[in-house]
Nanobody, 115 residues
Framework: QVQLVESGGGLVQAGGSLRLSCAAS????????MGWYRQAPGKQRELVAA???????NYADFVKGRFTISRDNAKNTVYLQMNSLKPEDTAVYYC?????????WGQGTQVTVSS
């Protein structure tokens, strides 16, 4: 059974930084796309950033230049470095792995940015 475990969320002041991690456990390998989504209260879940197995990245416009996604294939782990955080970045952040046409989700980690 594949499980994704996230860590790194928390409370930070505007302008600060956080680094999220998401590691997969279980029998999983050669993961296609790894990504991060977020969902703020009363809003739909939205894509933040994604990275393919080949290292190509895609970012939502609202995080370009501030967030960086990376992955460690040997550890089945994806990271999200978040800099210059803004109050509007406050949300629950979810990691997502696409493997063998199945999407796996983490449990979510809360990120709160105070003004």
């Amino acid at each position: 059974q594949v499980q994704l475990v996230e860590s790194g969320g928390g409370l930070v002041q505007a302008g600060g930084s956080l680094r999220l991690s998401c590691a997969a456990s279980g029998t999983i390998f050669s993961i296609n796309t790894m990504g991060w989504y977020r969902q703020a209260p009363g809003k739909q879940r939205e894509l933040v950033a994604a990275i393919t197995s080949g290292g190509s990245t895609n970012y939502a416009d609202f995080v370009k230049g501030r967030f960086t996604i990376s992955r460690d294939n040997a550890k089945n782990t994806v990271y999200l470095q978040m800099n210059s955080l803004k109050p509007e970045d406050t949300a629950v952040y979810y990691c997502n792995f696409l493997w063998r046409a199945i999407a796996y989700w983490g449990q979510g980690t809360q990120v709160t940015v105070s003004s």
